[in-house]
Antibody
Framework: EVQLVESGGGLVQPGGSLRLSCAASGFTFSSYYMHWVRQAPGKGLVWVSRINSDGSSTTYADSVKGRFTISRDNAKNTLYLQMNSLRAEDTAVYYC?????????WGQGTLVTVSS | DIVMTQSPDSLAVSLGERATINCKSSQSVLYSSNNKNYLAWYQQKPGQPPKLLIFWASTRESGVPDRFSGSGSGTDFTLTISSLQAEDVAVYYCHQYYSTPHTFGQGTNLEIK
């Protein structure tokens, strides 16, 4: 059974940092592109970042470029999102999603709250 | 960036009736080399992650009831629920994965009339 489990969310002050993790199981993690998508409270879905299967290529939304870094450890079947210089507008549930020419599996999400 | 615009923002339909949600992209999401539309539809219920319903604009994901169907090509797409069931109450999103950033529509809130 395919599973994606996010962790690492929490309350952080503006300007602070967090690292999110997404533990994958039930499939060959190293074969898939992966994404981070976020959803602010009561709002819609917003794509954040993508990483290719071996980690050599990454893409970011303009709103997070230069502040967030996506990475992966295929030996540990884990996707990461390092978030620096956090702002109030980064407050959201962060989902990881598997890409098979469609986002076919999503994690349950982890909540990041940026507030003083 | 490709802008995805859904209509309507909210919709109330009687049980057993048809529900139709439209999605328009600001540029074509049809990839000419494989003739595939890089357009998906998701259903999201409160407190849950999105669930994939339709990909390639019209291919139903495994396990999705056949009352859900997708149509359209290029820039104009439609999600149709042929006979609304109570469990279909949710927010529905269209999503283009033709080019990054992979943008989503603003969502359509579907309720029972």
């Amino acid at each position: 059974e395919v599973q994606l489990v996010e962790s690492g969310g929490g309350l952080v002050q503006p300007g602070g940092s967090l690292r999110l993790s997404c533990a994958a199981s039930g499939f060959t993690f190293s074969s898939y592109y992966m994404h981070w998508v976020r959803q602010a409270p009561g709002k819609g879905l917003v794509w954040v970042s993508r990483i290719n299967s071996d980690g050599s290529s990454t893409t970011y939304a303009d709103s997070v470029k230069g502040r967030f870094t996506i990475s992966r450890d295929n030996a540990k079947n884990t996707l990461y999102l390092q978030m620096n210089s956090l702002r109030a507008e980064d407050t959201a549930v962060y989902y990881c999603a598997r890409d098979l020419d469609k986002y076919d599996y999503w994690g349950q999400g982890t909540l990041v709250t940026v507030s003083s | 960036d490709i802008v995805m615009t859904q209509s309507p923002d909210s919709l109330a339909v009687s049980l057993g009736e048809r529900a139709t949600i439209n999605c328009k992209s600001s540029q074509s999401v049809l990839y000419s080399s494989n003739n595939k539309n890089y357009l998906a539809w998701y259903q999201q219920k409160p407190g849950q992650p999105p669930k994939l319903l339709i990909f390639w604009a019209s291919t139903r994901e495994s396990g999705v009831p056949d009352r859900f169907s997708g149509s359209g090509s290029g820039t104009d797409f439609t999600l149709t629920i042929s006979s609304l069931q109570a469990e279909d109450v949710a927010v529905y999103y269209c999503h283009q994965y033709y080019s990054t950033p992979h943008t989503f529509g603003q969502g359509t809130n579907l309720e029972i009339k």
